[in-house]
């Protein structure tokens, strides 16, 4: 069974920094390409950053600079550094693992900045 578990959400404020953690199990997990989405209220989801199995990393042009996204297969954990955070990054924050065109979600877990 197929089951990622994200964790390292919360309130912070501006400029302030959290990373985020998906753990992965029931997978060949390095075999998969994983990426971050996130949904803020009454916007659609939208890709944040993404690591293929290889480590090729590519981001959202609104987080360029400021998160890293990062695996430890050996861990089967996808983890995302976000430095420097917005007012306009709050979200819940998805853990997407995609392996032969069929992508698996999370849960999702809540970031909130707020002064």
């Known amino acids: 069974q197929v089951q990622f578990v994200e964790s390292g959400g919360g309130l912070v404020q501006p400029g302030e920094s959290l990373r985020l953690s998906c753990a992965a199990s029931?997978?060949?997990?390095?075999?998969?390409?994983m990426a971050w989405n996130r949904q803020a209220p009454g916007k659609q989801r939208e890709l944040a950053a993404r690591i293929t199995s290889s480590g090729t990393t590519n981001y959202a042009d609104s987080v360029k600079g400021r998160f890293t996204i990062s695996r430890d297969n050996a861990k089967t954990t996808v983890y995302l550094q976000m430095n420097s955070l917005k007012p306009e990054d709050p979200a819940v924050y998805y853990c997407?693992?995609?392996?032969?065109?069929?992508?698996?979600w999370g849960q999702g877990t809540q970031v909130t900045v707020s002064s």
């Open positions: 997407v693992g995609r392996f032969r065109g069929s992508d698996y």
């Open positions: 029931g997978i060949a997990f390095r075999f998969y390409d």
